[in-house]
């Protein structure tokens, strides 16, 4: 069993899926920032695009994302008008030599689109950039059509995400997102027939009503279901943020150690399903190839979660999008309509972020190789009295050590990593309410 020590589990902390963290974004000229970063890559640089669909056809009242109703047609065609014109003007802005590794599609749900609007996005993406020789696309199967499926095949994907988070009715209901395993079942089928060869499943803990056995449950099936990657996310209850959460009863919700104890008993049943542990809350079989890229030392993290996608920036397309470059983090106009009046006005789309300094960078290499890899070479700009004294509870708890100028979390530190990598966090000085429970 994992050890519970919940005085180092108290603090909310960041997710960390890039540093700084979004808490820290703030207005900026994003088209002379962005314009700065790109010039600032290596020559020939490897480039990913993340394309933003903020619409599901129905709202699940857990979710933190950036997503409306796809309940009006004119709503969709206006906001892929803005898209595919966004495309054009950032195609026209890459490096000279650029190698297009990974496109993703996300949302929100990409299924909301038709399926001849879905082929009409990628026609501008592969006009503009050529075509990737990996796909992305994250899906619900609630509303995943045969239709889309197979206009989904003609662009050969590579990998998909289903959202899943439980298969149990009764905790659906409690969560506003009712689906039969059988809608599982036939978008599986659907996406094997289209080509994906790793599928993920998402799961989620510390939902209201949830015990340990139902996490238990709901990780087997995965397994059965033949899923190659399986997430397996904390719920994180924000209804201060998130006003559609406002709907789920806070006093049914798992306290700190139940939610560490599902979090423990995913993670056995999966490890012992075969499953080889990706970070602190991803899983993949061992030939897939976020399982290779842990094992070789290559896995990155970013806005998408754990990944094995190599590129030196990923460039984010649609509103409130995030584009990763070293240098910057740039977030795009968050509100649809305010988005669509940018592009179609033929100006780039980028609105707040921040500029990585140096140290930032080297912090942030140091938090991800935390999260990625259980152990990090400290940086000069790490070596100050905070750091030494926010390490000191988790060094007596003989969860990590300092060894010749590398830290090394122990084998049962994988549940403390969000709180170690908090560490190294120069800005953790904003309300912890922004933030979610460390496990």
């Known amino acids: 069993m994992w050890r519970y020590l919940p005085d180092l589990l108290a603090r909310p902390v960041p997710r960390y899926t890039s540093y700084p963290t979004a808490a820290e974004f703030a207005p900026l000229d994003g088209p002379a920032a962005l314009r700065g970063a790109l010039a600032a890559l290596p020559s020939g640089p490897r480039l990913s695009l993340y394309l933003h669909i903020p619409f599901c056809r129905e709202?699940?009242?857990?979710?933190?994302?950036?997503?409306?109703r796809a309940n009006r047609a004119e709503r969709l065609s206006a906001y892929l008008e803005a898209l595919r014109a966004e495309v054009a003007l950032l195609a026209r802005e890459v490096p000279r030599g650029f190698a297009l590794s990974r496109v993703s599609l996300g949302g929100g749900s990409p299924n909301a689109l038709a399926p001849e609007q879905l082929l009409d996005l990628m026609?501008?993406?592969e006009a503009g950039f050529g075509r990737a020789p990996e796909l992305s696309i994250e899906i619900d199967p609630r509303t995943f059509t045969q239709g889309f499926a197979e206009a989904l095949a003609q662009l050969r994907p590579t990998h998909a995400s289903l959202g899943v988070q439980t298969f149990d009715r009764r905790l659906q209901e409690r969560i506003g997102r009712v689906q039969d395993e059988e809608a599982v079942r036939r978008a599986i089928a659907w996406l094997r027939e289209a080509g994906v060869a790793s599928l993920n499943l998402d799961l989620m803990y510390g939902l209201p009503g949830q015990q340990v056995a139902d996490v238990e449950a709901a990780c087997a099936r995965a397994v059965a279901l033949g899923a190659d990657r399986v997430a397996l996310f904390g719920y994180a209850h924000v209804p201060n943020l998130v006003k559609r959460q406002r709907r789920i009863a806070?006093?049914?919700l798992p306290g700190p150690e139940t939610r560490f104890r599902m979090a423990e008993a995913g993670h056995a049943v999966l490890t012992r399903l075969g499953f080889e542990p990706v970070g602190f809350d991803h899983f993949a079989r061992p030939g897939d190839g976020l399982a290779i890229a842990a094992r070789a030392r290559t896995l990155r993290r970013n806005f998408q979660g754990f990944t094995d996608d190599d590129a030196d920036a990923v460039l984010g397309l649609g509103a409130s999008a995030i584009s990763v470059l070293p240098t910057l983090l740039l977030q795009n106009e968050k509100n649809s309509g305010r988005y669509r009046m940018r592009t179609l006005?033929?100006?780039l789309a980028g609105a707040c972020g921040i500029e990585r300094s140096a140290e930032d960078r080297a912090r942030g290499k140091v938090i991800a190789d935390i999260l990625c890899h259980g152990e990090a070479l400290l940086a000069p700009c790490c070596d100050d009295a905070d750091v030494e004294r926010a390490l000191l509870p988790f060094r007596?708890?003989?969860?990590?050590?300092?060894r010749q100028g590398r830290l090394l979390l122990a084998p049962d530190a994988r549940p403390y990593a969000r709180a170690i990598a908090a560490a190294f966090d120069r800005y953790r000085t904003q309300p912890q309410d922004r933030f979610s429970s460390a496990i």
């Open 59 to 68: 709202i699940c009242w857990y979710c933190g994302c950036n997503t409306a």
């Open 123 to 125: 026609d501008a993406v």
């Open 396 to 402: 007596s708890a003989r969860l990590v050590e300092v």
């Open 250 to 252: 806070a006093d049914a």
């Open 345 to 347: 006005a033929g100006r």
